[in-house]
């Protein structure tokens, strides 16, 4: 089992940052792979960054140049900094974590991220 704690989410004014938190019960060096996702109130719940174990980073569209997807192996942590904040990443930010040992994948509980304009 993994567990995936979120932080650092809250309400921002639009072009400011933030940085979000997850951190994993185990080693993240035995998980595969790590991302970020969102969803915002009506959508359906988007990729918006990952990570692999070999630091291999994918990005939305939408938040290219924008988002950091980053991991921290001896703290068991992953985190992205979001900076230039618009008010269409308003949403509730999840963590996954895909774990090739055992086929499957763990969610974290979520962070809710609000940006004013």
């Known amino acids: 089992q993994v567990q995936l704690v979120e932080s650092g989410g809250g309400l921002v004014q639009a072009g400011g940052s933030l940085r979000l938190s997850c951190a994993a019960s185990?080693?993240?060096?035995?998980?595969?792979?790590m991302a970020w996702y969102r969803q915002a109130p009506g959508k359906q719940r988007e990729l918006v960054a990952s990570?692999?174990?070999?630091?291999?980073?994918n990005y939305a569209d939408s938040v290219k140049g924008r988002f950091t997807i980053a991991r921290d192996n001896a703290k068991n942590t992953v985190y992205l900094h979001m900076s230039s904040l618009k008010p269409e990443d308003t949403a509730v930010y999840y963590c996954?974590?895909?774990?090739?040992?055992?086929?499957?994948?763990?969610w974290g509980q979520g962070t809710q991220v609000t940006v004013s304009s």
């Open positions: 996954k974590a895909f774990a090739a040992f055992q086929s499957r994948d763990y």
């Open positions: 185990r080693s993240i060096t035995s998980l595969n792979v």
């Open positions: 990570i692999t174990t070999v630091g291999i980073t």
